[in-house]
C-alpha cells in the first residue's frame, strides 16, 4: 500500500493515538502525519502510507483553511479550553470591530507561538516545561496568513466563527489571542476544525474506524503523484533504466522540482539543475522493465 489517506480526526482525542490505530490496522506499514491537530481540533488529518513518507518534504508549503471559534473576554494559559483562565476583559468589540482588526493579522506576519506547544526550547517540548510551571520564552517566527473571515457571531455569546486560509506553522490558538489583544481585549479559541489541507477535503475524509473496516482500503488511498503540482517529467524506458542506474541525460527543461514518470508509472520527485535530472524522493524501488 502506498499513498496518502485523507484521515477525519473527531475532537477529544490526539492526533498520535488516532496515528497509532491506523499503524496497529496495517500492521507494520510504514506511516506519517502531517500537521498534528491538538486534541481540542478535528477535522483533516492527512496521512502517508508507505514510501509516500517520503514527500512530505515537498508539502510543507500547502495551504490550510480552518473555521474557529474563538470566545472574546478572557484567555487561558493554553489559549483553548484546556487551560485555566488567566486574563479576563470586560471589554468585548463588536462585529465590525472584530471584522476590521482580524485585517491586521493577514499577510507574513511574526507570530509568536503558544507556549503549550511542541516547539523546542533547549532540547524539551515547551509544552513540557510550561506544564512543570516553568517559565518559557519563545521567539517569534514568521508566518503567513492567506486570510481571516468572520462568518457571524453565536447567539448569546461573545463569540465569532471565523474562517482562516494559511500556510503551514501557523497556530489557530495564537491568532485568537492576537486578535483579541488587537480588538483591546483578550480571546480565546473555543473549537476548531480543519476543514482542507492541501488537495485534502474534509468533506472526501474518512474515520479511522471506517477505514479500517473496510474490505476494500484501496478506494480510500489518495495515489502519491496526486498530493503534488509539479510538473510533470516522462521518461522513455531506456532514460528511466539509466536514471535508476545513476546516470544523469541531458534535458531541455528549465530547471525546477518535477513528478517523473517512467513508463511504468509515477517515479518520484526529480530536480533539473543545469539540464541535469536527479530524483530526490523515489516511489519506487524497482528498475523500470
Do not use: W
Not at 500537521?35 to 492527512?46: H, I, N
Not at 512530505?56 to 470566545?71: G, P, R
Not at 463569540?159 to 486560509?165: G, Q, T
Not at 485568537?176 to 472526501?204: E, N, W
Amino acid at each position: 500500500m502506498n499513498g496518502f489517506i485523507n484521515l477525519y480526526k473527531p475532537s477529544g482525542i490526539s492526533s498520535a493515538h488516532i496515528i497509532n490505530k491506523i499503524k496497529k490496522g496495517l500492521k507494520g506499514a510504514s506511516i506519517g502525519h502531517m500537521g498534528t491537530l491538538d486534541p481540542l481540533a478535528s477535522g483533516v488529518l492527512p496521512v502517508a502510507v508507505g514510501k509516500s513518507t517520503r514527500l512530505f518534504d515537498y508539502l510543507l508549503d500547502k495551504t490550510k483553511v480552518y473555521i474557529a471559534k474563538i470566545e472574546f473576554g478572557y484567555e487561558t494559559d493554553t489559549l483553548d479550553l484546556e487551560g485555566k483562565v488567566v486574563k479576563t476583559s470586560a471589554f468585548i468589540p463588536s462585529e465590525d470591530e472584530v471584522r476590521e482588526k482580524s485585517l491586521s493579522l493577514v499577510g507574513e506576519i511574526y507570530q509568536l507561538p503558544p507556549v503549550f506547544s511542541a516547539k523546542c526550547v533547549n532540547g524539551k517540548r515547551s509544552y513540557e516545561l510550561a506544564r512543570k510551571g516553568k517559565a518559557v520564552e519563545l521567539q517569534p517566527k514568521k508566518v503567513n496568513i492567506l486570510s481571516v473571515e468572520v462568518l457571524g457571531k453565536t447567539e448569546g455569546k461573545a463569540e465569532y466563527e471565523i474562517k482562516i486560509s494559511c500556510k503551514g506553522g501557523t497556530y489557530i490558538r495564537a491568532i485568537a489571542r492576537d486578535l483579541g489583544y488587537a480588538c483591546s481585549s483578550c480571546a480565546t479559541m473555543t473549537s476548531l476544525v480543519r476543514v482542507s489541507s492541501g488537495i485534502f477535503d474534509i468533506a472526501t475524509s474518512v474515520t479511522a474506524e471506517d477505514f479500517l473496516n473496510s474490505e476494500d482500503k484501496e478506494k480510500f488511498i489518495v495515489p502519491p503523484d496526486m498530493v503534488v503540482d509539479f510538473p510533470i517529467l516522462s521518461l522513455d524506458r531506456t532514460r528511466a533504466e539509466r536514471l535508476f542506474n545513476g546516470l544523469r541525460d541531458d534535458f531541455d527543461q528549465p530547471d525546477g522540482l518535477y513528478r517523473v514518470y517512467s513508463p511504468d508509472g509515477f517515479y518520484g520527485i526529480g530536480v533539473v539543475e543545469g539540464r541535469k535530472l536527479k530524483v530526490k524522493a523515489y516511489l519506487r524501488d524497482d528498475k523500470a522493465n
